[in-house]
């Protein structure tokens, strides 16, 4: 498994090269989804790859799947909404060609993401481990003190750690995640299919999903 923060789902490079779309600043697009937590290059390969795979498909609704798929949390909802319109309209392989997968998965992963944020196609392989969060940031990570005292918050795709005398959310999902420091020690709500696991020795605290599918 990966020893620094990210998604395994990342560990195949994007591929694509970015091409200009008259009226939409990429470059632009590329530096908000990165302020969002995201990777401003595999945006632009996700992009680009999505155009290439549909040049017809709305340029805006692509920009938020591809952003999606860059790590933009806080796109999750539009860009679902946008691949179940393409795949319901027959319209699937540009939002496929975006996210990396082939067309004949969409319509699995459009039918698995709404009960199941953590799923993507190559979970299974991965023996249900998700994504390493945090890390020491002497080595650009977010923490000074290992993580412990995982817990979920009964809110989906969102636990809490505590890092000394600090707490933390995470929320997260298949392609990314968000840190965000909390006031108080928060009370632990009800346990999902997905886990918070931290490590005695590890800076990094995992998601994992009990049963890969």
Known sequence: MIRRPGHLADRTPPVGTPVPVEGLDLALAGRNVEAA???????AVSFAAGR???????????????????????????ALGSIERAWSSGEGAAAA?????????????????RTDRYWWPGRREANGYVCAVGGFRGLGGAWTAPPADGRPLGVDGAFA????????????DAWGSRLSPLDDEPDPGAAGAASVITFADSYLVWIHVAEPA
């Open 52 to 78: 290439a795979a549909g040049e017809g498909f709305d340029p805006i609704a692509l920009a938020g799947i591809a952003g999606w798929r860059a790590g933009a949390l806080g796109l999750r909802d539009d």
């Open 37 to 43: 937590g995201g990777s401003a290059e595999r945006f």
């Open 97 to 113: 060609a975006a996210l990396g997968m082939d067309a004949a998965h969409l319509g699995v992963f459009v039918e698995r993401q």
């Open 161 to 172: 750690v505590r890092t000394g005398a600090r707490w933390w959310r995470i929320d997260a």
